[in-house]
C-alpha cells in the first residue's frame, strides 16, 4: 500500500515537472521568437500554429496574460507577411489547416477581451499593451489587401475571407465584448488628456461596429451601446475613413438616430450636459459627412439636435451672476457642469460649428425650404391655385421631405400643445389659429435653438445664415409674409401672439430668426451695397420690412401683447426691435423710404396719445412708446410736447436765483468752478451771469437771459476747440470726444459740465451752434451703437478703406493691398 503510494507521488511529480520543463521551453521559444520578429526573422506559420494550440489546451499549459500578448505580437507580425511560409494569414486559404488555425484564433481572441477587461487605461503598462494588441483584432475585423498584405492580387478572395472572418468573430460580439470595448474608450477619454492615441481609439471604435454589424444591426441594445459610443468628446473626429465608410455603409447611424428619436425624451433626458454636447457635436459630424443617410432621417435628426439644442438653451445664461458657471461651449450657465474633457472643446466646438458652415446650411435649406416650396406649389395647381393664408402660409402637413412629414411626427416634434382658450381679441388684433406645422419651421426652430444654446458663437452662426443671403434671407421673408401686395401681414403675427401670449409655440422662429439674420447683415451692409446693388433687399422690400417690423412693434406694445417679464415673447419682440432700429437708423442717414412721414402711426392720435402718456400711474404703454419708439410721433408734436413737459418741471420748482461771476478770458475756468459742481435741481433754476473785466470791474448790462445767454454760447463755443483737445470734428465737422481727452487732469469733470451746459441750453430753450456727432447723441441717449454706421461719420477714410478690403477681390494676395496697419493721431489740434 504505501509503495503505491510512494509510486504515485513520483508518478505526479514526474508528471509536474515534466510539464514544468515544457511549459518553460514554450515560454523561453516564444521570448526568442519575439526577440527574433524586430529583424523580421519570423517562424513558420505551422509552428506558430502549433504554438497557438498549445496555449489555448489547459491541460498542457497555464498561461498567463504575459504569454498572450507575446504570442499576439508575433501573430500580428506574421500576419503582415507575404510569404506564404511566414504568414499566419495563409493557412485561412489552406484545408488542412484552416480549422485549426480559426479554433486557435477564437480561443486567442477570447482570452485577450478577457485581458482587455482587466486592464486599467490609467496605468501606463495596460494603456501600452491595448495600443499593441488591438491591431490584431482589428485586422480580423477589416480584411482588405492593406491588412493582409498575402492577399495582394486576390481581390476575388477578399470576401470570402471576410465571411471566414465573420463566422470567427461571431461568438464574441457580444454585448460583454462591447462593453469591453465602451469602457477602454471611456476610460482614455475621460480625464484632463488622451491615454491611448487616436489610432487605437479609432481601432477599437472599428471593432465595436464590426461586432455590431456581425450581432445585429437592428437590436435595440446594439443601437443603445453605439448612441453610447458617440456620447464620447470628439470621437468622430478620431476616426478613419475606414471606420467612417462602414458606418455609413451598415446605416447604423441612420438607425440610431431613428431609435433615439423615437424614445421622444426618455433617453436625451439621462443624458448629462455634457453627454449631450458630445452627442450632438458627433452627430452633427455625421449627418455633414453623411449627406445621403441624413436625408432618410432628416427629421429624426433635426428633432433629436432640436431636443439637445433647447435643453443646452435652458441652463444658458447672458447674466454674471453670483450663482452662475462659465462653460468653454456654452458660456455662462445656471447649473454647474463637469469640467471633465478639456482637451476635447476645441474638438467639440468645431464639430458643432458645422451645423452653421455653408454646405449644411445650404444643404438643410435645400431640403427644408425648397422641397416645401415645390410642395406649396404643386397644392396650389391642384387647388386651382387657391389663395393660401396671408402670412406663415397656411400648408396642411402633406409630405414635403421625403414624403416622410407626417402629422404624427410633426406632433412629436413640436410638442403637445394642448387646446387653450385665449381671448378672441386684444385691443386692435384679433386672434389667429396657429396654421399646420410645416417644414421651414423646423429649419428656423433648428437655428433659433443654436443661437440661444451656444451664446458665445452667435456672430458666428448669424454670418454663416447670412452669408448666402438669396437662400435663407429671402426664403424667410418669403415665407412670413407671402403676399407682396398685403400691407396687413403684420396682424396675422400679432394675431399668433393673441393665440399664444407666451410664445411657446414653434410657429414664431421663422419671425424671430429673420430680425436676427436681417439685422446681422444689414449692420454690416456699406452705403453701396444697400443703395446701389441693392443686395440683399431692394428699396422696396426694406420699405415692406420696414413697415412690417414697425407696426409689429408698435402694436405689440400698444396693445399690450409682449410680457417683457417672459424670455421668449420678450426675445422674439428683441429681434424685430433691433431690425426696427437699424433700419430706422439708416433712413436717418440716408433715406430709402418715400416720405417723411414713412415711420409715423397713421391710426394713433396725438391728443389720445398724449392724454395716455399723461396717465404716467396707470397706463406704462405710452410711456414704453416714447422710450422705445418715439419716432411714431412727428417731430413737430414731440417737439410741443417736450417743450409742455419742461413750463411744467419749471412751474413745479421755486424761482431759485444763482449769481456768478465771470472773468472773460477765463470764461471756461470760472464757469466750471462756479457751476461745476451746483445741483442739478437748482441748475434748472434762474442763472444770472455777471461779467467782470480784467480789472475786477463789472461790465454795464443787465442779465435779462441776454447775458446768460451769451455766457452759454461763449463757454460752448470755447469749450470745444480742438486745443483744448476735449472734442475732436469729424470729416463733416461734427464733434465727438478725443480719444486723448486724458491729458485734461479732470477730463471726465469737463465733460460732465459740458453736458449740464448743454441740457440747461435745452431746457431754456436756448439754440446753440453745436453739431454732435451721431455716435455721441447714441451714448448720451443710451441708444444701440451700430459701429459700421457710425464709423461712416467718425472716419471717412477708415471707413472707405474696409469697405475697399471688404470688396477687393482683384487677387487673393494679400500683399497687393500694401497695408502698412499705421494711423495718424491728431494731438491738441495739431
Known amino acids: 500500500?504505501?509503495?503505491?503510494?510512494?509510486?504515485?507521488?513520483?508518478?505526479?511529480?514526474?508528471?509536474?515537472?515534466?510539464?514544468?520543463?515544457?511549459?518553460?521551453?514554450?515560454?523561453?521559444?516564444?521570448?526568442?521568437?519575439?526577440?527574433?520578429?524586430?529583424?523580421?526573422?519570423?517562424?513558420?506559420?505551422?509552428?506558430?500554429?502549433?504554438?497557438?494550440?498549445?496555449?489555448?489546451?489547459?491541460?498542457?499549459?497555464?498561461?498567463?496574460?504575459?504569454?498572450?500578448?507575446?504570442?499576439?505580437?508575433?501573430?500580428?507580425?506574421?500576419?503582415?507577411?507575404?510569404?506564404?511560409?511566414?504568414?499566419?494569414?495563409?493557412?485561412?486559404?489552406?484545408?488542412?489547416?484552416?480549422?485549426?488555425?480559426?479554433?486557435?484564433?477564437?480561443?486567442?481572441?477570447?482570452?485577450?477581451?478577457?485581458?482587455?477587461?482587466?486592464?486599467?487605461?490609467?496605468?501606463?503598462?495596460?494603456?501600452?499593451?491595448?495600443a499593441s494588441q488591438a491591431p490584431l483584432i482589428y485586422i480580423f475585423c477589416n480584411c482588405s489587401e492593406e491588412t493582409w498584405p498575402i492577399l495582394k492580387g486576390k481581390e476575388s478572395i477578399i470576401p470570402i475571407i471576410n465571411s471566414l472572418c465573420a463566422k470567427l468573430l461571431y461568438p464574441l460580439a457580444t454585448i460583454n465584448s462591447l462593453n469591453v470595448f465602451k469602457k477602454i474608450i471611456f476610460d482614455a477619454l475621460k480625464g484632463d488628456r488622451m491615454l491611448l492615441d487616436e489610432k487605437t481609439i479609432d481601432q477599437l471604435f472599428f471593432i465595436s461596429i464590426r461586432f455590431i454589424q456581425i450581432f445585429s444591426l437592428e437590436n435595440d441594445l446594439n443601437l443603445q451601446i453605439f448612441i453610447e459610443f458617440i456620447s464620447f468628446p470628439a470621437i468622430a473626429q478620431m476616426l478613419s475613413k475606414q471606420t467612417l465608410n462602414l458606418i455609413e455603409k451598415t446605416n447604423i447611424f441612420e438607425n440610431s438616430i431613428k431609435w433615439i428619436a423615437s424614445k421622444e425624451n426618455e433617453k436625451i433626458s439621462k443624458l448629462s450636459t455634457n453627454e449631450a454636447l458630445n452627442l450632438i457635436g458627433n452627430i452633427i459630424f455625421f449627418g455633414n459627412l453623411f449627406k445621403n443617410c441624413l436625408s432618410v432621417c432628416l427629421l429624426d435628426w433635426a428633432y433629436l439636435v432640436n431636443r439637445i439644442l433647447k435643453y443646452c438653451a435652458f441652463i444658458v445664461t447672458d447674466n454674471k451672476k453670483s450663482n452662475c458657471w462659465h462653460h468653454p461651449l456654452l458660456g455662462w450657465t445656471s447649473e454647474r457642469i463637469d469640467g471633465g474633457y478639456q482637451w476635447a472643446f476645441t474638438r467639440m466646438i468645431k464639430q458643432i460649428s458645422l451645423l452653421w458652415s455653408k454646405e449644411m446650411v445650404e444643404f438643410l435649406a435645400i431640403k427644408f425650404f425648397t422641397n416645401f416650396d415645390e410642395a406649396k406649389l404643386a397644392q396650389q395647381q391642384n387647388m386651382n391655385k387657391r389663395k393660401d393664408s396671408k402670412s406663415f402660409a397656411e400648408i396642411p402637413t402633406f409630405p414635403t421631405i421625403d414624403n416622410k412629414l407626417t402629422s404624427d411626427f410633426l406632433q412629436k416634434f413640436i410638442g403637445k400643445f394642448g387646446s387653450k382658450k385665449h381671448q378672441e381679441t386684444v385691443g386692435s388684433i384679433q386672434a389667429v389659429a396657429l396654421p399646420p406645422f410645416t417644414s421651414p419651421i423646423i429649419f428656423c426652430q433648428l437655428y433659433q435653438n443654436a443661437l440661444l444654446a451656444f451664446y458665445n458663437s452667435r456672430i458666428e452662426i448669424l454670418s454663416s445664415l447670412s452669408r448666402n443671403d438669396s437662400l435663407v434671407l429671402a426664403k424667410l421673408w418669403h415665407y412670413i409674409n407671402p403676399d407682396v401686395s398685403n400691407t396687413e401681414g403684420f396682424k396675422t403675427c400679432l394675431g399668433y401672439l393673441v393665440t399664444d401670449p407666451s410664445v411657446t409655440s414653434p410657429h414664431f422662429a421663422p419671425l424671430q430668426l429673420f430680425g436676427e439674420i436681417a439685422y446681422s447683415l444689414i449692420s454690416i451692409l456699406d452705403e453701396k451695397e444697400m443703395y446701389e446693388t441693392e443686395k440683399p433687399f431692394t428699396r422696396i422690400q426694406l420699405c415692406q420690412i420696414a413697415t412690417f417690423a414697425n407696426r409689429f412693434c408698435f402694436h405689440a406694445i400698444w396693445d399690450s401683447l409682449i410680457d417683457f417679464e417672459n424670455r421668449r415673447s420678450s426675445l422674439l419682440f428683441t429681434s424685430m426691435y433691433n431690425l426696427l432700429n437699424i433700419l430706422f437708423n439708416r433712413d436717418c442717414r440716408r433715406q430709402f423710404t418715400p416720405s417723411k412721414n414713412f415711420w409715423t402711426i397713421p391710426e394713433i392720435s396725438f391728443k389720445a396719445f398724449v392724454t395716455e402718456f399723461e396717465r404716467n400711474e396707470i397706463s406704462k404703454r405710452a410711456q414704453l412708446l416714447m422710450e422705445k419708439m418715439p419716432h411714431i410721433i412727428p417731430l413737430r408734436d414731440r417737439i410741443f410736447l417736450f417743450r409742455k413737459f419742461i413750463q411744467q418741471d419749471k412751474e413745479s420748482f421755486s424761482n431759485s436765483n444763482t449769481i456768478i461771476t465771470v472773468e472773460r478770458s477765463r470764461i471756461i475756468e470760472d464757469g466750471y468752478r462756479q457751476l461745476g459742481g451746483i445741483n442739478p435741481h437748482i441748475l434748472k433754476g434762474i442763472i444770472r451771469v455777471k461779467f467782470i473785466n480784467q480789472q475786477g470791474l463789472d461790465e454795464a448790462g443787465i442779465d435779462q437771459d441776454g447775458v446768460f445767454k451769451e455766457f452759454l454760447e461763449q463757454i460752448l463755443k470755447k469749450v470745444f476747440i480742438p486745443e483744448l483737445n476735449l472734442f475732436k470734428y469729424t470729416h463733416d465737422k461734427m464733434l465727438y470726444p478725443s480719444p486723448t481727452s486724458n491729458i485734461q487732469e479732470n477730463h471726465l469733470e469737463l465733460f460732465k459740465f459740458v453736458g449740464c451746459l448743454l441740457g440747461k441750453a435745452i431746457y431754456e430753450g436756448i439754440c446753440v451752434d453745436v453739431q454732435l456727432a451721431p455716435v455721441l447723441l447714441a451714448s448720451v441717449l443710451n441708444k444701440k451703437l451700430y459701429p459700421f454706421d457710425e464709423l461712416a461719420s467718425l472716419d471717412p477714410l477708415l471707413y472707405k478703406n474696409l469697405t475697399y478690403v471688404k470688396h477687393y477681390n482683384e487677387s487673393e494676395d494679400v500683399e497687393d493691398l500694401a497695408l502698412t496697419f499705421s494711423f495718424q493721431e491728431k494731438f491738441l489740434g495739431k
Open 1 to 130: 500500500m504505501d509503495q503505491n503510494i510512494l509510486v504515485d507521488l513520483q508518478r505526479f511529480a514526474r508528471g509536474y515537472l515534466l510539464r514544468k520543463r515544457f511549459q518553460d521551453s514554450v515560454r523561453n521559444e516564444l521570448i526568442c521568437i519575439h526577440n527574433k520578429i524586430s529583424n523580421n526573422n519570423l517562424p513558420d506559420n505551422i509552428k506558430l500554429l502549433k504554438i497557438g494550440c498549445i496555449l489555448n489546451n489547459k491541460n498542457y499549459f497555464c498561461v498567463d496574460s504575459n504569454e498572450i500578448y507575446l504570442f499576439c505580437d508575433i501573430l500580428f507580425s506574421s500576419m503582415k507577411s507575404s510569404s506564404i511560409q511566414k504568414s499566419f494569414a495563409s493557412l485561412y486559404l489552406s484545408s488542412k489547416h484552416m480549422d485549426s488555425a480559426c479554433k486557435a484564433t477564437f480561443r486567442l481572441f477570447q482570452k485577450l477581451i478577457d485581458e482587455f477587461g482587466k486592464c486599467e487605461v490609467s496605468k501606463i503598462s495596460d494603456s501600452r499593451r491595448i
